[in-house]
Protein backbone atom coordinates (compact mmCIF):
# COMPACT_ATOMS: atom_id res chain seq x y z
CA UNK A 1 0.00 0.00 0.00
CA UNK A 2 1.01 3.21 -0.28
CA UNK A 3 1.31 5.77 2.66
CA UNK A 4 1.48 9.23 3.51
CA UNK A 5 2.92 10.68 6.84
CA UNK A 6 2.18 14.59 7.68
CA UNK A 7 3.91 15.65 10.64
CA UNK A 8 3.05 18.46 12.89
CA UNK A 9 5.26 20.18 15.75
CA UNK A 10 9.10 19.97 16.96
CA UNK A 11 11.79 17.83 15.64
CA UNK A 12 11.10 14.84 18.20
CA UNK A 13 7.75 14.15 15.92
CA UNK A 14 9.80 14.63 12.82
CA UNK A 15 11.85 11.77 14.11
CA UNK A 16 9.07 9.84 14.98
CA UNK A 17 8.31 9.97 11.94
CA UNK A 18 10.85 8.91 10.34
CA UNK A 19 11.11 5.80 12.16
CA UNK A 20 7.08 5.05 11.28
CA UNK A 21 7.85 5.75 7.82
CA UNK A 22 10.96 3.44 8.33
CA UNK A 23 8.59 0.34 9.61
CA UNK A 24 6.19 0.88 7.17
CA UNK A 25 8.60 0.77 4.13
CA UNK A 26 10.17 -2.58 5.85
CA UNK A 27 7.01 -3.61 5.73
CA UNK A 28 6.62 -3.03 1.65
CA UNK A 29 4.47 0.00 1.63
CA UNK A 30 5.76 2.83 -0.52
CA UNK A 31 5.78 6.37 0.94
CA UNK A 32 4.29 8.60 -1.69
CA UNK A 33 3.69 12.75 -1.31
CA UNK A 34 0.38 12.79 -2.57
CA UNK A 35 -2.42 12.22 -0.18
CA UNK A 36 -4.29 11.55 -3.03
CA UNK A 37 -2.13 8.62 -4.31
CA UNK A 38 -2.05 6.94 -0.72
CA UNK A 39 -4.03 4.04 1.19
CA UNK A 40 -2.65 4.83 4.68
CA UNK A 41 -2.24 8.31 5.95
CA UNK A 42 -1.32 9.06 9.11
CA UNK A 43 -1.15 12.31 11.08
CA UNK A 44 1.70 13.22 13.88
CA UNK A 45 -0.07 15.08 15.79
CA UNK A 46 1.58 17.72 18.12
CA UNK A 47 -0.53 19.33 21.49
CA UNK A 48 2.17 22.17 23.01
CA UNK A 49 -0.42 25.10 22.33
CA UNK A 50 -4.44 24.53 22.15
CA UNK A 51 -4.49 26.15 18.32
CA UNK A 52 -2.32 22.59 17.32
CA UNK A 53 -5.38 20.57 18.90
CA UNK A 54 -8.45 22.95 17.01
CA UNK A 55 -6.14 22.42 13.94
CA UNK A 56 -6.23 18.60 14.14
CA UNK A 57 -9.96 18.41 14.48
CA UNK A 58 -10.45 20.61 11.77
CA UNK A 59 -8.21 18.18 9.62
CA UNK A 60 -10.30 14.88 10.90
CA UNK A 61 -13.22 16.69 9.65
CA UNK A 62 -11.45 17.17 5.69
CA UNK A 63 -10.87 14.08 6.52
CA UNK A 64 -14.44 12.53 7.50
CA UNK A 65 -15.72 13.88 4.04
CA UNK A 66 -12.21 11.71 1.98
CA UNK A 67 -12.89 8.88 3.60
CA UNK A 68 -16.77 9.19 2.42
CA UNK A 69 -15.45 9.09 -1.02
CA UNK A 70 -12.99 6.55 -0.58
CA UNK A 71 -13.96 4.09 2.02
CA UNK A 72 -10.75 1.96 2.04
CA UNK A 73 -8.43 4.35 2.61
CA UNK A 74 -6.55 3.65 6.47
CA UNK A 75 -6.39 6.86 8.55
CA UNK A 76 -4.09 6.49 11.82
CA UNK A 77 -3.70 9.39 14.65
CA UNK A 78 -0.60 9.32 16.73
CA UNK A 79 1.49 12.02 18.69
CA UNK A 80 0.99 13.92 21.52
CA UNK A 81 -2.19 14.90 20.96
CA UNK A 82 -3.58 11.06 21.84
CA UNK A 83 -1.32 10.95 25.15
CA UNK A 84 -4.43 12.90 26.19
CA UNK A 85 -7.82 10.89 27.58
CA UNK A 86 -9.90 13.54 26.73
CA UNK A 87 -8.69 14.04 22.60
CA UNK A 88 -9.46 10.15 22.63
CA UNK A 89 -12.50 10.00 23.99
CA UNK A 90 -13.22 13.15 21.28
CA UNK A 91 -12.21 10.72 18.66
CA UNK A 92 -13.91 7.95 19.14
CA UNK A 93 -17.35 9.68 20.10
CA UNK A 94 -17.29 12.47 17.22
CA UNK A 95 -14.68 11.25 14.37
CA UNK A 96 -15.65 7.09 14.12
CA UNK A 97 -13.69 7.09 10.64
CA UNK A 98 -10.44 7.46 12.33
CA UNK A 99 -8.75 3.81 12.06
CA UNK A 100 -6.25 3.48 13.86
CA UNK A 101 -4.70 5.41 17.22
CA UNK A 102 -1.34 4.81 18.79
CA UNK A 103 0.76 6.73 21.27
CA UNK A 104 3.91 8.59 21.65
CA UNK A 105 5.62 5.65 23.54
CA UNK A 106 4.60 2.97 21.47
CA UNK A 107 5.07 3.68 17.50
CA UNK A 108 6.92 0.52 17.50
CA UNK A 109 3.25 -1.29 17.72
CA UNK A 110 2.41 0.18 14.27
CA UNK A 111 3.15 -3.07 12.57
CA UNK A 112 0.60 -5.10 14.93
CA UNK A 113 -2.23 -2.18 15.23
CA UNK A 114 -2.21 -2.02 11.20
CA UNK A 115 -2.88 -5.88 10.95
CA UNK A 116 -5.31 -5.61 13.83
CA UNK A 117 -7.27 -3.36 11.84
CA UNK A 118 -7.37 -5.06 8.54
CA UNK A 119 -8.27 -8.27 10.21
CA UNK A 120 -10.92 -6.89 12.27
CA UNK A 121 -12.22 -3.39 10.04
CA UNK A 122 -12.65 -1.45 13.20
CA UNK A 123 -11.46 1.35 15.06
CA UNK A 124 -7.67 -0.36 16.65
CA UNK A 125 -6.23 2.11 19.82
CA UNK A 126 -3.21 1.21 21.28
CA UNK A 127 -2.09 4.09 23.98
CA UNK A 128 0.18 3.17 26.63
CA UNK A 129 -0.03 5.47 29.26
CA UNK A 130 3.65 5.50 30.30
CA UNK A 131 6.85 5.20 28.53
CA UNK A 132 8.66 1.77 29.02
CA UNK A 133 12.13 0.60 27.97
CA UNK A 134 13.45 2.70 24.98
CA UNK A 135 12.69 1.10 21.81
CA UNK A 136 16.25 0.34 20.03
CA UNK A 137 17.09 -0.51 16.47
CA UNK A 138 13.62 0.20 14.27
CA UNK A 139 13.72 0.84 10.76
CA UNK A 140 14.21 4.37 10.02
CA UNK A 141 13.54 5.91 6.40
CA UNK A 142 15.25 9.56 6.93
CA UNK A 143 14.52 12.57 5.03
CA UNK A 144 17.91 13.80 4.39
CA UNK A 145 21.25 11.57 3.28
CA UNK A 146 23.49 14.25 4.92
CA UNK A 147 21.44 15.42 8.03
CA UNK A 148 19.74 13.48 10.63
CA UNK A 149 17.91 13.67 13.34
CA UNK A 150 19.12 11.45 16.53
CA UNK A 151 17.18 11.27 19.99
CA UNK A 152 19.22 11.29 22.73
CA UNK A 153 16.42 11.46 25.61
CA UNK A 154 12.98 10.68 25.75
CA UNK A 155 10.47 12.44 28.06
CA UNK A 156 10.91 15.53 29.93
CA UNK A 157 10.77 15.68 34.36
CA UNK A 158 10.77 19.35 34.60
CA UNK A 159 7.43 19.96 34.29
CA UNK A 160 7.32 23.61 33.63
CA UNK A 161 3.67 24.87 34.80
CA UNK A 162 2.50 25.75 31.88
CA UNK A 163 3.58 22.52 29.79
CA UNK A 164 1.89 19.54 28.41
CA UNK A 165 5.18 17.87 27.22
CA UNK A 166 6.16 15.56 30.80
CA UNK A 167 2.21 14.38 29.81
CA UNK A 168 2.48 13.37 26.84
CA UNK A 169 5.70 12.08 26.25
CA UNK A 170 6.20 10.99 29.86
CA UNK A 171 9.58 10.92 32.26
CA UNK A 172 12.60 11.35 31.00
CA UNK A 173 14.79 8.60 29.67
CA UNK A 174 18.52 8.31 28.16
CA UNK A 175 19.58 6.43 25.75
CA UNK A 176 22.65 4.09 25.72
CA UNK A 177 25.46 6.01 24.97
CA UNK A 178 26.77 2.48 22.70
CA UNK A 179 23.50 2.99 20.53
CA UNK A 180 23.53 6.67 20.15
CA UNK A 181 27.18 5.67 19.45
CA UNK A 182 26.15 2.67 16.97
CA UNK A 183 23.17 4.94 15.04
CA UNK A 184 26.13 8.01 14.46
CA UNK A 185 28.77 5.86 13.22
CA UNK A 186 25.80 4.12 11.18
CA UNK A 187 24.81 7.44 9.63
CA UNK A 188 28.60 8.78 9.08
CA UNK A 189 29.26 5.66 7.07
CA UNK A 190 26.21 6.80 4.68
CA UNK A 191 27.26 9.74 4.08
CA UNK A 192 25.44 12.00 6.58
CA UNK A 193 27.79 15.39 7.95
CA UNK A 194 25.51 16.81 10.36
CA UNK A 195 23.45 15.56 13.33
CA UNK A 196 21.40 17.28 15.70
CA UNK A 197 21.21 15.45 19.01
CA UNK A 198 17.04 15.82 19.97
CA UNK A 199 15.92 15.92 23.46
CA UNK A 200 12.95 18.15 25.66
CA UNK A 201 16.20 18.97 27.61
CA UNK A 202 19.85 17.50 26.42
CA UNK A 203 21.39 18.96 29.24
CA UNK A 204 20.15 16.38 31.71
CA UNK A 205 21.39 13.54 29.34
CA UNK A 206 22.69 10.07 31.40
CA UNK A 207 20.94 11.04 34.78
CA UNK A 208 19.09 8.02 34.43
CA UNK A 209 21.72 5.67 32.84
CA UNK A 210 23.27 3.15 35.29
CA UNK A 211 26.65 4.25 34.87
CA UNK A 212 26.47 7.92 35.32
CA UNK A 213 27.44 9.95 32.20
CA UNK A 214 26.87 13.55 31.51
CA UNK A 215 25.81 15.79 28.10
CA UNK A 216 29.44 17.09 27.90
CA UNK A 217 30.89 13.19 27.89
CA UNK A 218 28.62 12.07 24.93
CA UNK A 219 29.73 14.93 22.92
CA UNK A 220 33.22 14.27 23.67
CA UNK A 221 33.04 10.70 22.00
CA UNK A 222 30.52 11.85 19.46
CA UNK A 223 32.97 14.34 17.75
CA UNK A 224 35.20 11.71 17.15
CA UNK A 225 33.06 9.93 14.81
CA UNK A 226 34.87 10.49 11.27
CA UNK A 227 32.79 12.01 8.74
CA UNK A 228 30.49 13.97 10.98
CA UNK A 229 31.47 17.63 10.61
CA UNK A 230 28.60 19.25 12.76
CA UNK A 231 26.69 18.62 15.73
CA UNK A 232 23.66 20.15 17.00
CA UNK A 233 21.61 20.28 19.33
CA UNK A 234 18.34 20.60 20.99
CA UNK A 235 16.73 21.66 23.76
CA UNK A 236 19.23 23.50 26.53
CA UNK A 237 17.57 24.10 29.76
CA UNK A 238 19.43 27.13 31.42
CA UNK A 239 19.16 25.01 34.40
CA UNK A 240 21.39 22.74 33.71
CA UNK A 241 24.01 23.95 30.55
CA UNK A 242 27.38 23.29 32.43
CA UNK A 243 30.50 25.45 32.14
CA UNK A 244 32.09 21.78 30.57
CA UNK A 245 29.35 21.96 27.58
CA UNK A 246 30.38 25.91 27.31
CA UNK A 247 33.92 25.10 26.94
CA UNK A 248 33.18 21.94 24.65
CA UNK A 249 31.44 24.36 22.11
CA UNK A 250 33.89 27.04 22.35
CA UNK A 251 36.89 24.48 21.69
CA UNK A 252 35.43 21.68 19.81
CA UNK A 253 35.37 22.72 15.97
CA UNK A 254 32.62 20.34 15.35
CA UNK A 255 30.43 21.50 17.89
CA UNK A 256 28.11 24.10 15.80
CA UNK A 257 28.38 27.80 17.12
CA UNK A 258 24.41 27.80 17.72
CA UNK A 259 22.43 27.34 21.36
CA UNK A 260 18.98 27.22 21.50
CA UNK A 261 18.42 29.02 25.44
CA UNK A 262 14.55 29.04 26.29
CA UNK A 263 14.10 32.44 28.31
CA UNK A 264 10.20 31.89 28.20
CA UNK A 265 10.27 34.99 30.21
CA UNK A 266 12.62 37.50 31.69
CA UNK A 267 10.73 37.88 34.83
CA UNK A 268 12.26 36.29 38.31
CA UNK A 269 8.36 36.31 39.55
CA UNK A 270 7.43 34.38 36.62
CA UNK A 271 10.10 32.28 36.16
CA UNK A 272 9.56 31.21 39.82
CA UNK A 273 5.89 30.52 38.67
CA UNK A 274 6.49 28.55 35.84
CA UNK A 275 8.83 26.31 37.61
CA UNK A 276 12.15 26.57 35.55
CA UNK A 277 13.97 26.86 38.47
CA UNK A 278 16.34 29.65 37.19
CA UNK A 279 15.75 34.06 37.98
CA UNK A 280 16.70 36.65 35.55
CA UNK A 281 19.99 37.12 36.67
CA UNK A 282 20.99 33.49 36.28
CA UNK A 283 19.69 33.61 33.09
CA UNK A 284 22.08 36.71 32.04
CA UNK A 285 24.79 35.53 33.50
CA UNK A 286 24.61 32.50 31.49
CA UNK A 287 24.19 34.44 28.54
CA UNK A 288 27.16 36.29 29.32
CA UNK A 289 29.49 33.77 29.87
CA UNK A 290 28.28 31.90 26.88
CA UNK A 291 29.22 35.37 24.47
CA UNK A 292 32.46 35.57 26.78
CA UNK A 293 33.62 32.29 25.82
CA UNK A 294 32.01 31.84 22.39
CA UNK A 295 32.45 34.82 20.97
CA UNK A 296 31.15 34.48 17.49
CA UNK A 297 28.02 32.18 19.29
CA UNK A 298 24.53 32.45 17.75
CA UNK A 299 21.27 32.52 20.54
CA UNK A 300 17.84 31.41 19.46
CA UNK A 301 15.74 31.33 22.42
CA UNK A 302 11.79 30.56 23.33
CA UNK A 303 9.84 33.19 25.00
CA UNK A 304 6.19 33.42 26.38
CA UNK A 305 4.05 36.27 26.52
CA UNK A 306 1.00 36.62 28.70
CA UNK A 307 1.42 33.56 31.39
CA UNK A 308 -1.09 34.16 33.78
CA UNK A 309 -0.26 37.01 36.18
CA UNK A 310 2.26 38.26 34.27
CA UNK A 311 1.80 42.02 34.71
CA UNK A 312 3.45 44.83 32.83
CA UNK A 313 6.58 45.23 34.65
CA UNK A 314 6.98 41.49 34.14
CA UNK A 315 7.21 41.78 30.59
CA UNK A 316 9.20 44.65 30.82
CA UNK A 317 11.63 42.50 32.41
CA UNK A 318 11.29 39.62 29.58
CA UNK A 319 12.16 43.15 26.72
CA UNK A 320 15.40 44.40 29.22
CA UNK A 321 16.33 40.34 29.00
CA UNK A 322 15.86 40.62 24.88
CA UNK A 323 17.55 44.05 24.75
CA UNK A 324 20.45 42.12 26.50
CA UNK A 325 20.90 39.10 25.35
CA UNK A 326 20.45 40.30 21.47
CA UNK A 327 19.16 37.10 20.53
CA UNK A 328 19.52 35.43 16.88
CA UNK A 329 16.45 33.99 16.57
CA UNK A 330 13.32 34.31 19.16
CA UNK A 331 10.68 32.02 19.11
CA UNK A 332 7.81 33.93 20.31
CA UNK A 333 4.30 32.45 21.76
CA UNK A 334 1.45 33.37 23.29
CA UNK A 335 0.54 31.55 27.16
CA UNK A 336 -2.05 28.74 25.91
CA UNK A 337 -4.01 27.05 28.69
CA UNK A 338 -2.97 23.10 28.65
CA UNK A 339 -5.20 20.99 30.15
CA UNK A 340 -4.20 19.54 33.84
CA UNK A 341 -1.21 21.45 34.06
CA UNK A 342 -0.63 23.77 37.25
CA UNK A 343 -0.89 27.45 35.20
CA UNK A 344 -4.31 26.80 33.46
CA UNK A 345 -6.10 26.51 36.86
CA UNK A 346 -4.90 30.26 37.38
CA UNK A 347 -7.47 32.72 38.06
CA UNK A 348 -5.42 35.15 37.02
CA UNK A 349 -5.55 34.65 33.08
CA UNK A 350 -4.35 37.50 30.49
CA UNK A 351 -6.71 38.46 28.43
CA UNK A 352 -6.34 37.87 24.83
CA UNK A 353 -5.83 41.24 23.29
CA UNK A 354 -3.23 42.06 25.99
CA UNK A 355 -1.28 39.17 25.19
CA UNK A 356 -1.32 40.19 21.42
CA UNK A 357 -0.31 43.59 22.10
CA UNK A 358 2.99 42.52 24.27
CA UNK A 359 3.67 40.13 21.47
CA UNK A 360 3.27 42.82 19.20
CA UNK A 361 5.55 45.17 21.31
CA UNK A 362 8.09 41.94 21.79
CA UNK A 363 8.45 41.36 17.94
CA UNK A 364 9.52 44.78 17.01
CA UNK A 365 12.09 44.99 19.34
CA UNK A 366 13.10 41.15 18.59
CA UNK A 367 12.70 41.96 14.79
CA UNK A 368 15.47 45.00 15.32
CA UNK A 369 17.74 43.15 16.83
CA UNK A 370 18.07 40.17 14.42
CA UNK A 371 18.01 42.41 11.58
CA UNK A 372 20.98 43.88 12.95
CA UNK A 373 23.11 40.79 13.84
CA UNK A 374 22.47 39.33 10.45
CA UNK A 375 23.52 43.09 8.49
CA UNK A 376 26.74 42.49 10.48
CA UNK A 377 27.06 39.19 8.41
CA UNK A 378 27.56 41.09 5.58
CA UNK A 379 31.39 40.71 3.99
CA UNK A 380 31.70 37.46 5.67
CA UNK A 381 32.58 34.14 4.49
CA UNK A 382 30.72 31.32 6.03
CA UNK A 383 30.57 27.72 5.36
CA UNK A 384 27.48 26.25 4.66
CA UNK A 385 26.01 22.91 4.24
CA UNK A 386 23.91 23.10 1.11
CA UNK A 387 20.59 21.35 1.93
CA UNK A 388 19.25 21.65 -1.80
CA UNK A 389 17.42 24.41 -4.29
CA UNK A 390 15.84 27.36 -2.99
CA UNK A 391 12.51 27.22 -2.71
CA UNK A 392 11.91 30.96 -4.10
CA UNK A 393 14.55 30.31 -7.01
CA UNK A 394 15.74 27.09 -8.77
CA UNK A 395 18.93 28.69 -9.87
CA UNK A 396 19.77 28.99 -6.46
CA UNK A 397 20.75 26.76 -3.76
CA UNK A 398 20.16 27.45 -0.09
CA UNK A 399 21.73 25.83 3.28
CA UNK A 400 22.45 26.71 6.80
CA UNK A 401 25.58 28.41 8.16
CA UNK A 402 27.20 26.51 12.06
CA UNK A 403 25.16 29.50 13.53
CA UNK A 404 21.91 28.39 11.57
CA UNK A 405 21.11 31.10 9.75
CA UNK A 406 19.47 30.34 6.53
CA UNK A 407 21.53 31.18 3.21
CA UNK A 408 20.62 31.24 -0.61
CA UNK A 409 23.08 31.70 -3.24
CA UNK A 410 23.24 31.03 -6.84
CA UNK A 411 24.18 27.44 -7.66
CA UNK A 412 23.88 23.95 -8.49
CA UNK A 413 22.38 20.63 -7.18
CA UNK A 414 25.49 19.24 -7.40
CA UNK A 415 26.31 21.32 -4.15
CA UNK A 416 23.65 19.31 -2.36
CA UNK A 417 25.00 17.34 0.88
CA UNK A 418 28.32 19.62 0.58
CA UNK A 419 30.29 22.18 2.92
CA UNK A 420 30.85 25.05 0.86
CA UNK A 421 32.49 28.63 1.70
CA UNK A 422 29.29 31.80 0.52
CA UNK A 423 30.55 35.16 0.96
CA UNK A 424 27.39 37.20 2.13
CA UNK A 425 26.18 39.85 0.56
CA UNK A 426 22.96 41.07 1.28
CA UNK A 427 20.14 40.32 4.03
CA UNK A 428 16.64 39.63 4.01
CA UNK A 429 14.15 39.16 7.18
CA UNK A 430 14.43 35.33 7.52
CA UNK A 431 17.49 34.37 5.28
CA UNK A 432 20.98 35.58 3.74
CA UNK A 433 22.11 36.40 0.48
CA UNK A 434 25.60 35.22 -0.82
CA UNK A 435 27.81 33.73 -3.38
CA UNK A 436 30.10 30.75 -3.33
CA UNK A 437 33.91 31.44 -2.65
CA UNK A 438 36.30 29.50 -4.53
N1 LIG B 1 1.73 28.10 25.88
C1 LIG B 1 2.57 28.76 25.05
N2 LIG B 1 3.78 28.30 24.71
C2 LIG B 1 4.16 27.11 25.21
N3 LIG B 1 5.29 26.40 25.05
C3 LIG B 1 5.18 25.26 25.77
N4 LIG B 1 3.98 25.21 26.38
C4 LIG B 1 3.33 26.35 26.06
C5 LIG B 1 2.07 26.91 26.40
N5 LIG B 1 1.23 26.28 27.22
C6 LIG B 1 6.42 26.87 24.28
C7 LIG B 1 7.66 27.04 25.17
C8 LIG B 1 8.54 25.91 24.72
C9 LIG B 1 8.15 25.77 23.25
C10 LIG B 1 8.52 24.50 22.61
O1 LIG B 1 6.75 25.92 23.28
O2 LIG B 1 8.25 28.29 24.86
O3 LIG B 1 9.92 26.18 24.88
FE1 LIG C 1 8.02 21.52 28.68
FE2 LIG C 1 9.68 22.61 30.47
FE3 LIG C 1 10.00 20.04 29.74
FE4 LIG C 1 10.57 21.99 27.99
S1 LIG C 1 11.62 21.63 29.95
S2 LIG C 1 9.39 20.13 27.58
S3 LIG C 1 9.04 23.56 28.49
S4 LIG C 1 8.26 20.91 30.82
Redesign the pocket.
Known amino acids: MNYKITTYG ?1 QMNENDSEKISGMLKKMGHVNVEDESQAHIIILNTCS ?3 NANDKFFGHLGYYKKMKESRPDLILCVCGCMMQQESVIMEIKSRYRHVDIIFGTHNIHELPGLLSDHLEKHEMIVGVWKEGGNIVENLPIERKYDFKAYVSITHGCNNF ?1 S ?4 PYTRGRERSREIDSILMEVESLAKNGCKEITLLGQNVNSYGQTLSKKTTFADLLKILVQVKGIERIRFM ?1 SHPKDLSDELIDAIALEEKLCNHIHL ?1 L ?1 SGSSKVLKEMNRKYDKEYYLNLVKKIKDKIPNVALTT ?3 VG ?1 PGETREDFEETLDVLEKSRFDLA ?1 T ?6 EN ?1 P ?2 NREDQIPEDVKHKRLNRLLEIHNKIGHDINQSYIGKICEVLVEGKSKNNSNYMTGRTDTFKLVNFPGDDSLTGKIVKVKITDTKTFSMEGILED
Open positions: CVRECYCIVTPQDIIFFFLYSTRTAS
